[in-house]
C-alpha cells in the first residue's frame, strides 16, 4: 500500500516559536492532502485541505495565519505552526490521496507527530 | 460535520467476531462509506469501504444495509491487536475530505 511519512515524529518548542512539520507521500505522487489536528481522547478534526500548486481550503475556525500550509510539489506539504502556544500542543496528523477519475480514493494516512508547546 | 453515529466503547472475547455498528441515517446516494481504525498514537489505518454492497477484505467484511442507513464492520476473529478505535466515515460528494466522528474504542479481551 502507499506510504506517507511525517517528520519530525515529535517536536518540544518554547512558546512563540514557529514549528514546520512535512508530509511526504513516499510511493505516489498525491494530488491532494490533508491536515488533521487530534487533542487527547479526541477524534480527528480536519484543519484543511492542501492541493499542489494552490492555496489550502481551511475549515471553518481555524486560522490560516497560524497554521501555513504549502504544498510545493506532489509528494510534499508542509504545516507551520506559527508564534506557537501551549493551546497548540497537540497530534498533527496528514493523509494524501491520488485523485484518478472514476476510482474511489483512499485516503493514505502518516504516523503523526506530536507537538509540545512549553 | 461527521455524518454518522457510533457506540462510544465496545469489548469483545479474542477469537470472536467483533461487530461494529455504524449509522449514517443521512448518507447519499453515491457517498461512500470508509472504515478506518487507530491504534493508540499511530495514524489511522485504513480497513475497508463500500457504497452499496457487502465488501470482504483480508481485514474484514463490511455488511450495508439496503436503505444504506446504517453499516457494520466485521472482524471475524479479533485477537488483541485489535485493540482501537474504530471510525466510519461518510465521504461527501463534493469533495475527498473526510470528517471523522467519535468512533468506537473496542477492547479486544484476552
Known amino acids: 500500500g502507499a506510504v506517507v511519512s511525517q517528520h519530525p515524529s515529535w517536536v518540544i518548542c518554547k512558546s512563540g516559536t514557529s514549528v514546520k512539520i512535512e508530509c511526504r507521500s513516499l510511493?505516489?505522487?498525491?494530488?491532494?492532502m490533508f491536515w488533521y489536528r487530534q487533542f487527547p481522547k479526541q477524534s480527528l478534526m480536519l484543519m484543511a485541505t492542501s492541493n499542489e500548486g494552490s492555496k489550502a481550503t481551511y475549515e471553518q475556525g481555524v486560522e490560516k495565519d497560524k497554521f501555513l500550509i504549502n504544498h510545493a510539489s506532489l509528494t510534499l506539504s508542509t504545516l507551520t505552526v506559527t508564534s506557537a502556544h501551549p493551546e497548540d500542543s497537540s497530534f498533527y496528523i496528514c493523509?494524501?490521496?491520488?485523485?484518478?477519475?472514476?476510482?474511489?480514493?483512499?485516503?493514505?494516512f502518516g504516523p503523526g507527530t506530536r507537538l509540545t508547546v512549553l | 460535520d461527521a455524518k454518522t453515529t457510533q457506540p462510544t466503547s465496545m469489548d469483545c472475547a479474542e477469537g470472536r467476531a467483533a461487530n461494529l455498528p455504524c449509522n449514517h441515517s443521512?448518507?447519499?446516494?453515491?457517498?461512500?462509506v470508509y472504515w478506518y481504525r487507530q491504534i493508540h498514537s499511530q495514524g489511522p489505518q485504513y480497513i475497508i469501504h463500500?457504497?452499496?454492497n457487502n465488501e470482504t477484505n483480508e481485514m474484514a467484511s463490511l455488511i450495508i444495509t439496503e436503505d444504506r442507513k446504517s453499516s457494520t464492520l466485521i472482524l471475524p476473529h479479533a485477537t488483541l491487536r485489535d485493540t482501537a478505535v474504530y471510525y466510519c466515515?461518510?465521504?461527501?460528494?463534493?469533495?475527498?475530505?473526510?470528517?471523522f466522528g467519535t468512533g468506537t474504542s473496542l477492547t479486544v479481551i484476552p
Open positions: 510511493d505516489f505522487q498525491a494530488t491532494t
Open positions: 493523509s494524501a490521496i491520488l485523485i484518478l477519475a472514476g476510482l474511489n480514493n483512499e485516503q493514505f
Open positions: 466515515i461518510v465521504r461527501p460528494n463534493t469533495g475527498n475530505q473526510f470528517y
Open positions: 443521512t448518507i447519499s446516494g453515491n457517498e461512500y
Open positions: 463500500g457504497l452499496k
